[in-house]
Every structure is written in C-alpha cells, then in structure tokens.
C-alpha cells in the first residue's frame, strides 16, 4: 500500500494566499461589476526595469546562436551573478562575503523551506509570532511538529510573539533552540532590526550554538544608513546565519524567478555524535541533487540589476513603493488607525479597528469597500487582530484604497 506524508494532513487551512485568493474569486465572480483592488499578496505591479530586460533580449540572442548558445549551468550560479552579488551587496559594504559562498536560486520562498533538507529532524525551531507562514508550515511538512491547537500554534515549535506591547521586539527563547528564524525588514510587521538588536541575537546564537535564518527579502528598502541590510554586517554572524535574498521585490523579479542564499564556509552543524559538519559544502551537494540552477536568461537579467543604469532604476522603483506605503500609512494614520511599519519597509501593519477580528475585517473591507489586505491571524496567533496591506500596486489604486478605506472607518 502506498502512504503519504500525513504531516500534510495537519496543515488543516489552505495556505494563506490562495485563500485569500479563494475567497476574492468567489466574491468577484458574484459580484462582477465591483472594482477590487487587491493590497495583499506582496506581488510587484511594475514592471521590469529597462536595464533588466535589455539583458534578457540579449541573452536570449545568445540562446538562438551555435557560438554563444548556453546549456546546463552550475547548480549554485553563474560566476558572473555570484560575483556582482559579492562585489555589490556585500564587499563594497565592507562585509566579507566571497563570491563562492553565494547560490543562485529560483526564489527565497523555496530556499527557506528547502533548506531545512540539511538539517536534523530533532532541532528545536523557533519562529516570530506572527511569521511568514512559509517557515511554519514547511517545518510542518518535514516532520518537525506536532498537532496543532486551538490558536493554531503547533506542538514542537517554539513561538515568539511580536507585537505592539512588546514594541515588535522579540524576548529571546525561555529554552534552548537550535534554529531560529528571523526576518528583517519584517514580513509581515513591517519592523526593522537595529544593529543592537540583531547583534544580541548573533550573540545568542553563538553562545547557545543556535543557527539563524535571516530572511533578507525586503532589505532594499531599508533607506536609513543606520539599520543594517543583511545579518553580515553584524560581528561573529559569519559563524551562526544563513542569509536569504531575492530579486523579486526590488527589481520585479516575481514572475521571472532569481533570489540568492548566502551560506559562510565557517558554519557548522553537528552530526548526532558530535562531529562538525559544513553547511555550506551540505547546501552544495543539496543543490547539486535536487536543483539544476536558474536559467542563463535571467541570471544575465539579475546580472543587469547591478550595473549603473540597473541600479538608478531599480532606486526608482524601490522608491515608487516606499512612496506608496508612506500614502496607506499616514491614510490610516489620518483616520485614527495605528498603524506600523511603511518605513524602511514595503508593508503597512494595521490594528483592526473596533471589535472586528483579522478575517473578519477582511470581509467587511472586501465587501463595503471591495478592498483586499491580508488577515493578520494567518501569519499566526500574535497576529490575530492585526492586519497587513502591501505597498505593491500602482499609484491610482494606492490613493483609491486610501480613499476607501476612510471613508468605510470614518
């Protein structure tokens, strides 16, 4: 008899998104006149900068021609992307980072979840509350949680609440963890981390011989010199993180697929008798099994992102969104809802307003002011109340869901 990975069954709800999705459709498809305007999913709206795509039509010459006609690539990235990426996000920041260290992915959101393949089924994991629900329900999948409660929380994991009455600042683990999740700009808050912060986790880490997965997708719109964009720039990370990255969100690559992980020579796990192992030579011999790499067409896209034109572009566009999520923020603001994150950040992270629950202010802003956000109760039980709207649309539907949105609360 053929059996399953039952740990799909405790995943009771549908991911987050596609229920939104689901019950968008079925509101649309009953109400076909309405304008919706959607500020949920974080899916970039514009389009791919002019730098980007040039290189694409280029290499896709290439692709049509004997001489420069490309096939496999290397697993973990071509030379060229790995070392733009070194070079521009990382040496010229002053953080040592070599361009070996670097693999090219199809996308964050499979790297976070595909990188527990190297570890232990027996770690103790520990996420924000409310998260990402990648990190949680991809643990769930591979056999490192129990059932899960009432809230939602699953058995085994080890949950750490953010929210306004702690300032979004997590308490560090009452008990030892093994690997912690962090992400920063946060998703779905909007918080950013200091240099402080973020050193105190280094620090924990290394003193409990703990691993950090920092999730660095949004760290183009950190615009404050003082916040740091990757976990690197903190002294003694290179020993304890991972970091994850991706083109999706700054340079539109949503639909086109490319992000990056970043795993340091020096980090080690142990295996179950105590001997070191490197992650970065296991991720290796992960990808090279399980991942024939992301094509030359749009490595040479993301290559582009870094040249002078490609970089004043994509400023431009980062821009554009943090313009729109400065709008939805000081909207709210203006109609007494408070409101966090819009800075440094490209979502806007709302408490409800009056008795209204997460999922049950969706519907009242879906069918009175036929407006999507998502509910903050998905990213988990600490979010239960809150709510997230996304920078990522054009213009004319920021200002329209601004104006919608005060006058359904006013």
């Known amino acids: 008899m053929t059996t399953i990975n039952e740990n799909y069954l405790k995943l009771k709800a549908g991911y987050l998104f596609p229920e939104i999705a689901r019950r968008v459709n079925s509101f649309c498809e009953a109400n076909p006149e309405a ?129 306004a009455e702690n300032n979004f600042k997590p308490a560090f683990p009452s008990e030892p963890v093994d690997i912690i999740y962090l992400c920063y700009p946060n998703n779905p808050t909007g918080v950013v981390a200091s240099k402080e912060d973020l050193k105190q986790w280094v620090d924990y880490a290394r003193e409990h011989n703990s691993i950090i997965l920092f999730d660095s997708a949004y760290e183009a719109f950190v615009t404050d010199p003082e916040i740091p964009r990757s976990i690197f720039e903190i002294e003694g990370a290179r020993e304890v993180a991972i970091e994850f990255r991706s083109f999706s969100k700054n340079a539109g690559f949503t639909g086109t697929r490319c992000a990056f992980t970043v795993i340091p020579k020096e980090l080690v796990a142990k295996t179950s008798t105590g001997e070191p192992v490197s992650l970065h030579q296991l991720w290796n011999r992960r990808q090279s099994t399980k991942f024939n790499g992301v094509s030359y067409i749009l490595q040479r896209g993301a290559e582009a992102a870094y040249s002078p034109e490609g970089r004043k572009q994509i400023k431009q566009l980062v821009a554009f969104y943090l313009e729109n999520a400065r709008l939805l923020r000081e909207g709210l603001e203006q109609v007494g809802i408070t409101a966090h994150g819009g800075v440094n950040a490209p979502y806007v992270w709302l408490k409800t307003p009056g008795d209204f629950d997460s999922w049950g202010f969706f519907d009242e802003l879906l069918q009175k002011a036929h407006l999507v956000g998502t509910p903050g109760s998905g990213f988990g039980a600490a979010g239960e109340g809150y709510f997230r709207f996304s920078s990522f649309n054009s213009r004319e539907n920021v200002e329209a869901a601004v104006e919608r949105f005060q006058k359904l609360v006013s």
């Open 35 to 163: 304008d919706v305007i959607k500020l949920g999913i974080g899916d970039v709206t514009e389009p791919l900068p002019a730098a980007i795509t040039q290189a694409i039509h280029k290499a896709t010459d290439e692709m049509s021609q004997r001489e420069t006609f490309q096939g496999y690539g290397p697993e973990q990235g071509h030379d060229f992307l790995r070392e733009a990426i070194a070079k521009n996000d990382y040496q010229d920041r002053g953080v040592s980072i070599s361009a070996d260290e670097i693999f090219i992915s199809d996308g964050s959101k499979c790297d976070t979840g595909n990188i527990l393949d190297i570890f232990g089924s027996d770690n103790r994991i520990a996420v924000l509350d409310p998260v990402y629900p990648v990190y949680v329900d991809t643990n769930v999948m591979a056999w490192h949680t129990g059932e899960a409660d009432g809230q939602g929380r699953y058995e085994g994991l080890v949950y750490l609440p953010v929210t």
